[in-house]
C-alpha cells in the first residue's frame, strides 16, 4: 500500500474543493469530449494507482457538474456539507458494510442516534421506524411497502407470504402532481401506476381536499410536501384528519419538503403532516450529505419490519436494530456516518439557517427577476420563471447552462414552459444569487418581446 496516493489523491479532492466556487458550473463541449482520453482498450497488465487517480481527475473533474458550488440551481440537488464530505472520505477508508451490526457497530449505533435526531428535528414520532436508503425513490417504495403490509394485515392478509394474487384490494389516491418517483414505486409494489384515483390539484400544485374521494380502511393516500417545481405542500392537515377517521393510511412524499419542519419560520408550512403514517424524504438534496442517501419513516415500526423482514441463521441478528431490517437492501453503504456528522457539524441552529436562508435566497430570485413572470407563490426554495413565450424560455434556459456562471433547468407548469430554480446548496450566499440574477437578466434581455 502506497500512502502517497491517497494523499495524492486527497489533494487532487482538495483541489477541486477549493475552485470549483469559482469555475463554470456546466462543462464545455470541449470538457465533455476530453472524456473520450478515458476510453482507452482495457490493459491487460495492471495500471499504476496514483496514474488511475491523475486521469480520473485531469479528464474526469473538468467533465464534472460544479453541483458542490455555490451556483447549481438544478434539480434541488443540494451540495455536500464539509463535514459530510470529510465523513465521506472516513467512510470510504473504513467501507463499513450497513447491513448488520454485526458487521459494523459504528453504524449501527450513528443510525440510530441520527434516527432520534433526525425524528425530533423534523418533529416526526420519536418511535418511527427509519430505513436508511438511497433516495426518495427508495424511501417511497420502503414506507409504502410498509402500508401495504398494514393494509393488508388489516384484512387478514399476509402479501409477503401470499403475495398480491387474489389479495383484498387496496385503493390508492394521489394528487394530480404526484412525483414521478411516488408512481415508480407504486409500479414495482404491484398497485400499480394507473389503477391510483388522482385528485385534482390548485394552481400551486397543492391536493384539493375538498375533492378527496371516499376513504376507508383498505386506503392509501399518498401527499406531498415540497411540489417540485412549485414548492407548495398540500393540505394536510385536513386530509390527515379525513384519513384517521375513515382507517387510511396516509404516505407524505417529502424528499425536501420535509426539511422545512426543521426550520421554525417554515415550519407552519409542516401544519398537520406530522399525523400522517409514513414519511419519505432525501438526506443528499436539503441536508446536503453526499449522494446516495435517503429515509423512510414509518409511524409504527412494527410495519415496516415486518415488510423488509430477512432472517438466516448465519447472518446473527442482534436484538438491537439491525439495520437490514429496515431497509430494502442487505449489503449497503453506511450511510448513517455521513448524516451523523452532517447534522453535528450543523446543530439545530445550523440546520434552521441553511433552510431559511434558501428560502430567503428563493425570494431574492424572483424579485430580481420580477421584470419577467414569476410563475409560482415563492413559499420555499423554489422559484419558476417564464421569459415570454416557450421558445424564447427554453432559448434563455440553454443560454444561462452554456454561460456557466450558474445552472438553472427547464419545466412546464400548467401550459406554460419555465426556468426552474432551486436554492439547495449549503454554500450559497446573497452575492451567489445576485451575480446569477445578473446572468439570466444579461441573456433574457438579448431578446426583447
Ligand atoms: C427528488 C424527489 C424525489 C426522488 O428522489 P430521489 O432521491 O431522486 O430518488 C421524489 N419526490 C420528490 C418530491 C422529489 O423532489
Not at 384515483?197 to 383498505?218: H, N, S, T
Not at 436539503?286 to 432472517?311: E, T
Not at 421558445?391 to 440553454?398: C, D, L, Y
Request: net charge negative.
Amino acid at each position: 500500500m502506497d500512502p502517497k496516493l491517497f494523499e495524492q489523491s486527497a489533494a487532487r479532492a482538495v483541489r477541486y474543493i477549493e475552485t470549483v466556487a469559482g469555475r463554470r458550473v456546466a462543462p464545455t463541449a470541449e470538457e465533455i469530449a476530453g472524456l473520450e482520453a478515458l476510453d482507452v482498450p482495457l490493459n491487460d497488465a495492471p495500471c499504476d494507482p496514483c496514474e488511475v487517480i491523475a486521469q480520473l481527475d485531469d479528464f474526469g473533474s473538468p467533465a464534472t457538474v460544479a453541483t458542490t458550488g455555490p451556483r447549481y440551481f438544478g434539480f434541488v440537488t443540494g451540495g455536500s456539507l464539509p463535514a459530510a464530505m470529510a465523513a465521506n472520505w472516513l467512510a470510504g477508508a473504513w467501507d463499513q458494510n450497513g447491513a448488520l451490526t454485526i458487521q459494523s457497530p459504528v453504524n449501527a449505533k450513528l443510525e440510530e442516534i441520527s434516527a432520534g435526531w433526525l425524528t425530533g428535528l423534523l418533529g416526526l414520532p420519536k418511535d418511527a421506524g427509519v430505513g436508511f436508503v438511497t433516495g426518495a425513490t427508495m424511501a417511497n417504495f420502503t414506507a409504502l411497502s410498509a402500508a401495504r403490509h398494514a393494509l393488508l394485515a388489516r384484512a387478514g392478509w399476509d402479501v409477503e407470504d401470499r403475495g398480491l394474487f387474489g389479495a383484498p384490494e387496496i385503493k390508492v389516491i394521489v394528487g394530480d402532481e404526484v412525483h414521478v418517483s411516488l408512481t415508480k414505486a407504486l409500479a414495482m409494489l404491484g398497485l400499480g401506476r394507473s389503477r391510483v384515483a388522482k385528485v385534482p390539484a390548485d394552481d400551486q400544485g397543492r391536493m384539493r381536499a375538498d375533492l378527496l374521494p371516499p376513504l376507508d380502511p383498505m386506503t392509501l393516500v399518498c401527499i406531498q410536501v415540497g411540489n417540485v417545481n412549485t414548492g407548495a405542500f398540500d393540505p394536510a392537515a385536513e386530509i390527515c384528519a379525513k384519513a384517521k377517521r375513515a382507517g387510511a393510511w396516509v404516505h407524505v412524499d417529502g424528499a425536501f419538503g420535509l426539511w422545512a419542519a426543521a426550520a421554525p419560520d417554515r415550519a407552519h408550512l409542516m401544519s398537520g403532516f406530522a399525523a400522517a403514517d409514513s414519511w419519505a424524504t432525501d438526506c443528499h438534496k436539503w441536508l446536503n450529505v453526499p449522494y446516495d442517501s435517503g429515509l423512510a419513516f414509518v409511524r409504527d415500526a412494527a410495519d415496516l419490519r415486518a415488510a423488509m423482514a430477512l432472517s438466516a441463521a448465519y447472518l446473527h441478528m442482534s436484538d438491537d436494530r439491525e439495520p437490514c431490517l429496515y431497509t430494502p437492501e442487505a449489503s449497503r453503504r453506511a450511510r448513517g456516518i455521513e448524516i451523523w456528522a452532517a447534522l453535528r457539524s450543523l446543530g439545530r441552529s445550523g440546520l434552521a439557517e441553511m433552510i431559511e436562508r434558501h428560502c430567503r435566497l428563493a425570494a431574492r430570485f424572483a424579485e430580481g427577476l420580477k421584470r419577467y413572470e414569476i410563475l409560482n407563490d415563492v413559499v420555499l426554495n423554489q422559484v419558476l420563471v417564464s421569459f415570454g413565450d416557450a421558445e424564447k424560455t427554453r432559448r434563455v434556459i440553454r443560454e444561462v447552462q452554456a454561460d456557466g456562471t450558474c445552472w438553472c433547468g427547464g419545466t412546464e407548469w400548467h401550459g406554460k414552459t419555465a426556468m426552474r430554480i432551486s436554492v439547495s446548496c449549503w454554500s450559497t450566499t446573497e452575492a451567489d444569487v445576485d451575480r446569477s440574477v445578473d446572468a439570466i437578466r444579461r441573456i433574457a434581455n438579448q431578446y426583447p418581446d
